[in-house]
């Protein structure tokens, strides 16, 4: 199947400072990508919806000049978390959308857990 | 607006028990819905869909039947194994919402030898 990887896959770092996270679709191209963020024990929350090309949608109360999305190619978006807080720590994991038959497909990848002291 | 709603976990049973999970969704549309499982430390995999009321999707022992009129999804094994133990989430994905999967809170599931 359809292969999402990202990286780090984990993360620490002071608070302040601002971290990048990469999600690649490693063998099939992807106009679409999504970020997630799962806290512990519960589900995923959609953030922002990233499109190749163009500027990325987010969600209601998500804030785009801290969650920086950059999709600069059909296989790679990345989140840039800036200025991280210790708030912001959180597992991120990315999907990637591949198409085949007629029908979309969301592949994820295996997440960034992301700490911030 | 569009949700989902599982079970609350942790689901604990022994191997070889037989499993249900329920969901339930609320949509305002004809969504397509979803079981994806997370193993430890690892991203979601799909494990089964239905995009149409009364189809049955189904893989690896797992089942999940779409039930328009109970609006509900709920996952079922015969028997379970030690190696299905995992998060569990339920998710719907709406015909116009641009590939937006809205997913239920998971269900751990642990499976005892």
């Known amino acids: 199947g359809a292969v999402v990887s990202q990286h780090p896959s984990r993360v620490i770092c002071k608070s302040g400072t601002s971290v990048k996270i990469e999600c690649r679709s490693l063998?099939?191209?992807?106009?679409?990508m999504f970020w997630y963020r799962q806290f512990p024990k519960q589900s995923l929350m959609l953030m922002a919806t990233s499109n190749e090309g163009s500027k990325a949608t987010y969600e209601q109360g998500v804030e785009k000049d801290k969650f920086l999305i950059n999709h600069a190619s059909l296989t790679l978006s990345t989140l840039t978390v800036t200025s991280a807080h210790p708030e912001d720590s959180s597992f991120y994991i990315c999907?990637?959308?591949?198409?085949?038959?007629?029908?979309?497909?969301?592949?994820f990848g295996p997440g960034t857990r992301l700490t911030v002291l | 607006g569009d949700s989902v709603t599982q079970m609350e976990g942790p689901v604990t049973l022994s191997e070889e028990a037989f499993l249900t999970i329920n969901c339930t969704y609320t949509a305002t549309g004809y969504p397509s819905l979803f079981w994806y499982v997370q193993y430890p430390g690892e991203g979601l995999q799909l494990l089964l869909k239905a995009t149409k009321a009364d189809d049955k999707g189904s893989n690896k022992g797992f089942e999940a039947t779409y039930r328009k009129e109970t609006t509900s999804f709920h996952l079922e094994k015969g028997s379970v194994q030690v190696s299905d133990s995992a998060v569990y989430f339920c998710a719907l994905r709406f015909s116009g919402g641009y590939n937006k999967l809205i997913f239920g809170a998971g269900t751990r599931l642990a499976v005892h030898p």
């Open positions: 063998d099939f191209q992807a106009t679409t």
């Open positions: 999907s990637a959308i591949f198409s085949s038959g007629g029908w979309d497909t969301q592949y």
